[in-house]
């Protein structure tokens, strides 16, 4: 195993050995066995310093996308023998096509301590009962994450989702006081709440501590307000990843609202420009692509691979929680990023907006209807339950996102509970013209 016991808590100049031998094994190991690799790197040897990564050409979704249509089921970057493989998971294809990705034990161990240190650093501990509310079916965000859970040492209980109102009554009944599940869960059983349970508030369920993932948002402060004034749990982060690297490896912890790396004994790390695919320093205040690099890996190693998440680093020195891995966070998806005017608007921008309306439940959707450019920002968003338009609402919330995003949009308002139930990811940006 070449995980650092703790190395979320390690400098990472104290590692430096460690990560360049890593690099050594696996990237002899996929050179050897990635067909897919071979063919992008057209046959060239893989540099033998880490610190030359960069020499390689990307690789990216699109590829892993084509590799897996031409080589179901795994593509041909699966370099494992095919009985190495001891899980399956399939993506949520909220962005394409659905992805089947393969772990052997080892990749599975390896990923549920990654996702353990995350889990940890957000505040789940040994004595803590967890209730896991993401989907089991075949998706990452289930069976694996429950099992990150456990690596924390916390009490997990296995739910995934529907059955709201039976999971109100385990809430109360096991005295459960963490919940881990998507970000727009919340609002779903607030809803249940006031249909099924009249005489609860959110607040009587009793939960203290939000694990959430799998959606931004998380980082606006007034989403954040609103977890604590209508639930009275802490909402944290707990859960970022990019499902064909480690399905979770930086999470939030309580004395910083930012995301922290935890994985440097296993990924290496890049940031770059996504326009050019210039490097950029991971240096506080720096935007760019992150791409990213298995150091251990044998189902189905990455190399250089291009995340199509826009992060901010935010910091570099170690954190009062002893985490040492640098700080950010997520600006948005790269195909998530729609340019109006000019402007670079990503859908957290829009949520930060939109949960300011306490008019508002929060729910929103960026409706395009045609293909760009664009003039205007066409925002769906759901009105809270119980409330009503005063018939100023609309150009109030428009007037909002003119003097914070600096755009021009066009809010229509709906019902609550317009939107559906979403199982995983939900999709804040609807391309209707696609
Ligand atoms: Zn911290």
Redesign the pocket.
Known sequence: MSLIDQGHRINIADIADHRQAAWERQSGYVARHSTFYQAVWKGKAPPPRLEDLPELPFSDKAGLRLSQEAHPPFGDYLAAAPDRISRLHRTSGTTGQAMTLGLSARDCEITEIVGGRAQA?AGLRPGVMVVHCLNYQMWMGGLTDHLTLERAGATVVPFGVGSTELLVRTILEAGITAISCTPSYPVVLERVLAEKFPHLTPRDLGLTLGLFGGEPGLDDPSYRQRMRDTWGLEPRNANYGVSDVFCNFAAQ?E??SDL?FVAHDVLYVELIDPETGAPKAIESGTEGELVLTHLDRECQPLVRFRTGDIIEIRATEP???G?TGFRFRVVGRSDDMIVVRGLNMFPTMVAAVVSGFAELSGDYRIVLDTPPPYHLLPVHAELARGQIDDGTLARRVEAALKTRLGATATVTLLPPGSFPVTEGKTRRVQRSYL
């Open positions: 650093l912890c004395h910083d922290h954190c009062t929680c985490c």
